[in-house]
């Protein structure tokens, strides 16, 4: 009862940011088994023409502020994997005019193979930041290996 008071005492956008963010990391994770990664990659890196009350300067909120809406909203989808909310945090960024670059990282623990994605731009991890550091980084979305 506690969240859905706060939830509602947010201003409208973060209201907005916050469910678009909780329907797209469930669609995300939705697809993600059904899907190929290759189309959902294309889908998150997709800009958007801006919309009414998002607005044509493309104003909308800082980058931080709409992986710290994914982060919220990946904690009421269940099985919200690493991936799931890298993509759908890119496929957000993207409506706002923001470009990101989904990492995909690999790691040898106990002779298993282990994965991670997170996201970055600029040179910062916007989510997944947790435990990048023990994982090989892959090429980035977009670059040639």
Known sequence: ????A???????????????????VAA????????????????AQRASTPRAGVGASRAG????RVAWAVGVAA????????????LALQRLLSRYGH????????????????AHAWL???GKILIGAAGASEFTALAATGERV
């Open 1 to 4: 009862m506690r969240k859905l």
């Open 6 to 24: 706060r939830f509602a005492s947010l201003p409208g956008q973060e209201r907005r940011l916050l469910v678009s963010a909780l329907v797209l």
């Open 28 to 43: 995300t994770r939705a697809a993600l088994p059904l899907v190929p990664f290759r189309r959902l990659q294309a889908l």
């Open 61 to 64: 909120p800082s980058p931080e």
């Open 75 to 86: 904690r009421y989808v269940p099985d919200a994997t690493c991936l799931a909310q890298a």
């Open 99 to 114: 470009r990101a670059e989904l990492r995909i990282g690999v790691a040898k623990e106990d002779g298993d193979l282990k």
């Open 120 to 122: 970055e731009r600029e």
